[in-house]
């Protein structure tokens, strides 16, 4: 089933037309729960990787044999799953218990080199916005599951261009760690139904008179939300005098709500999609601003993949596909792939000069 972003509330350009020359595209990538074949974009494989081609591995020296066992991972998960909607079992409650008690690795010692982590794979043919190097048309993901590396004590994120086509036989079975450092860092396997869409960017890195602009908009829709709440303070007590029991007034108001306008930012529902995407802008929602510089070139980056825990933002939801308005509150859509790295957020940034250039990461 395809995703479809439901169009913005506003025109936000139409509003503030200087919005125009910040504007960019980003395909989100939708993912849900499922299995892809080697040669589909999907996240966290399997991947079309060549049978006589190496597997990438983590050769940094850090604890490997103590965190979290991936098959129990993954079992609690199933497990927890299945049991969605109702209790557990004593069974399956025995079952999750002694995951935790498990013994990890013992032997695998700290300098060993480990298999990365599937994290995506990417075809340019299904994202629009995915951009490598000349005649590369697939971008594979990979990162080693323990937040220990670099200043910023994360996941080590390696990505692979390659050609499609020059792929012949395809490795199976596929590598994996045997152990992750947080069951955060795992991501389900999930297909993907990548759709783009029109983003504007962060406010805080646009001009200082259209932030004013924007900002007194805002307060104006907050001061216009006050004055309703006013009148409807004032009119509450003559209206519930119309209706013959209080049940149907209630009934009268609560419909009269649905039809309200929904409370509106700029940040939330009018500039940068949630969600695991390609492309687009970076928030800073969380933080100043800060140059993400190439360390190649000094070039400014630009976002490649974002890895976002959600795929709803905003108090109105309004970022949440049409196909799915109805399950809401159901995790596999809105937390399909059940990775929260940061704070939420991270994203791959790449070099728009040269993609072969040293990656970048940050959070939020």
């Known amino acids: 089933m395809s995703r479809t972003t439901p169009p913005r509330p506003l025109d936000v350009e139409g509003v503030f037309p200087a919005l125009a020359a910040h504007r960019r595209t980003a395909t989100r990538l939708h993912p849900r729960p499922g299995r892809a074949k080697p040669e589909e974009s999907s996240v ?3 991947l079309l990787w060549p049978a006589e081609e190496p597997w990438p591995t983590c050769t940094a020296v850090h604890p490997k044999g103590r ?3 991936l098959s129990d991972v993954r079992l609690s998960r199933r497990v927890l799953e299945e049991a969605r909607g109702r209790d557990l079992t004593t069974e399956e409650r025995r079952l999750l218990d002694g995951m935790k008690r498990a013994t ?6 700290d300098e060993d080199p480990v298999p990365m982590l599937a994290v995506a794979q990417l075809h340019t043919r299904d994202v ?14 990979f990162w080693c599951p323990f937040e220990v590396h670099g200043a910023d004590r994360t996941v080590d994120v390696v990505l692979r261009w390659r050609r499609a086509a020059d792929v012949g036989a395809v490795l199976a079975p596929q590598p994996e760690p045997p152990v992750v450092g947080r ?5 389900n396997s999930c297909v993907v139904h990548p759709e783009q869409v029109v983003e504007h960017e962060y406010v805080g890195l646009l001009e200082e008179d259209l932030q004013e602009e924007i900002e007194a908009w805002e307060e104006s829709l907050l001061e216009e939300e006050d004055d309703d709440e006013d009148d409807e303070d004032e009119g509450s007590a003559a209206g519930h005098a119309n209706y013959a029991t209080y049940e ?3 009934a009268a108001m609560a419909a009269a709500r649905a039809q309200e306008r929904q409370e509106l930012d700029y940040m939330s529902d009018l500039s940068i999609a949630p969600g695991w995407k390609v492309g687009g802008f970076a928030s800073w929602h969380l933080t100043d601003p800060r140059p993400v510089d190439c360390p190649a070139c000094g070039t400014p980056t630009q976002p490649l993949l974002t890895v976002h825990a959600t795929e709803r933002d905003g108090a109105s939801g309004s970022w949440l596909p049409v196909e799915d308005r109805d399950a809401a509150d159901d995790p596999r859509v809105v937390d399909p792939v059940g990775v929260h790295l940061g704070r939420g957020l991270m994203r791959v940034h790449t070099c728009p000069t040269d993609p072969t250039h040293p990656h970048r990461l940050s959070f939020q």
């Open 104 to 109: 990890h690795v013992p032997d695998l010692r």
């Open 128 to 141: 629009p916005d995915l951009v490598g190097p000349g005649g590369h048309d697939l971008l594979q993901v």
């Open 248 to 250: 149907e007034y209630e």
């Open 44 to 46: 966290a494989g399997p």
């Open 183 to 187: 069951e955060e860092c795992v991501p």
């Open 67 to 69: 965190g979290h066992l």
